[in-house]
């Protein structure tokens, strides 16, 4: 059984900076990839910013961009959201996400629990 467990979150005011974690635990585990995806009330769940591990390549969505930085262990299985500037359209849940490549080629997510992000305007 693979756990990603979040921390980080909190209230936190209009300009003001959060860092938020995630570690993978449990049974043998590896990905190509671990992320943050945020989901706000009545909103979907949307794509926050993932690190691919071979490459050390990180992606951004255009919200996140200038603002959040990703980083991560691969060896630890632990990724790491700075997040700065934020806003009060930043509040939401922010979920962890590692994705794990089958060897059926297809790709499988894992989820964290969530953590809480609130933003004080």
């Known amino acids: 059984q693979v756990q990603l467990v979040e921390s980080g979150g909190g209230l936190v005011q209009t300009g003001g900076s959060l860092r938020l974690s995630c570690a993978a635990s449990g049974r043998t585990f590896s990905s190509y990839a671990m992320g943050w995806f945020r989901q706000a009330p009545g909103k979907e769940r949307e794509f926050v910013a993932h690190i691919k591990w071979n490459s050390g390549s990180t992606y951004y969505a255009d919200s996140a961009k200038g603002r959040f930085t990703i980083s991560g262990n691969n060896a630890k299985n632990t990724v790491y959201l700075q997040m700065n500037s934020l806003k009060p359209e930043d509040a939401a849940v922010y979920y962890c996400?590692?994705?794990?490549?089958?060897?059926?080629?297809?790709?499988?997510?894992?989820w964290g629990q969530g953590t809480q992000v609130t933003v004080s305007s």
């Open positions: 996400n590692a994705r794990k490549r089958l060897i059926t080629g297809d790709d499988y997510d894992y």
